[in-house]
């Protein structure tokens, strides 16, 4: 199952954190430091807020989508590969709390649109290398 992404950037996380946990009838699935996060079946939603962005803007960060095994992630790549448009992948990266592979890639009117799997947890909000040898899964 695939499960739609949507990153918001947030002046304030507590006010946002109240006013997504009404209208999603559920409170957040993690609340990290700066970060929230919401793992919705009805809608297939993942949608997180952070005051973390480093263009220092607030609103729509990106979207994605969100797979649950290797053979749905790889067939997200092909849907990329086949838009013409340059990608930009990472494997084995911190990003948002979790440990993944992602592919990014940005639409024609400019929105940045991530394919991604998630492998484990992460102590960190920054994108860096991690180590693949390491075990980090959860």
């Not at 918001?8 to 699935?29: C, G, K, N, T």
């Not at 979207?63 to 992948?89: N, W």
Request: charged share 25%.
């Amino acid at each position: 199952m695939y499960r739609l992404h949507i990153h918001v950037s947030v002046p304030e996380l507590d006010e946002a954190i109240r006013f997504y946990s009404a209208l999603f009838a559920a409170s957040p699935s993690a609340i990290k430091d700066g970060y929230a996060k919401w793992m919705l079946d009805d809608p297939g939603l993942n949608f997180a807020v952070s005051v973390n962005s480093s263009e220092g803007r607030t609103g729509l960060h990106h979207v994605g989508i969100q797979a649950e095994t290797k053979e749905e992630f790889h067939a997200l790549g092909q849907r990329l590969l086949e838009t013409k448009r340059d990608t930009h992948d990472e494997h084995n990266v911190h990003c948002c709390y979790a440990i993944g592979d992602k592919s990014t890639v940005v639409d024609p009117a400019g929105l940045e649109w991530e394919t991604f799997i998630t492998h484990g947890e992460s102590p960190h909000w920054a994108t860096t290398y991690v180590d693949p040898n390491e075990d980090h899964h959860t």
